[in-house]
């Protein structure tokens, strides 16, 4: 109700993202990228009812 109208007019203004916070995400997202084809959750000790292929792409 009155709480989704108000955040969807704010929205924009309440969790804007600075240029350097951008570049940040970015820089961070290739590396997440860049780990994921090595690493897989059993090389983290997740016990394998817990792994979740999907979670992990």
């Known amino acids: ?5 108000v ?3 704010l929205y924009s203004r309440a969790f ?3 240029p ?3 570049k940040h995400d970015e820089e961070l ?8 084809q090595f690493i897989r959750p059993e ?11 999907t979670s992990w792409l």
């Open 16 to 18: 804007a993202s600075v």
């Open 7 to 9: 955040m969807t007019k």
């Open 20 to 22: 350097e916070e951008v």
């Open 29 to 36: 997202s290739e590396k997440m990228a860049l780990i994921q």
């Open 43 to 53: 090389n983290l000790d997740i016990q394998p009812n817990f792994q979740n292929e």
């Open 1 to 5: 109700g009155l709480e989704k109208y």
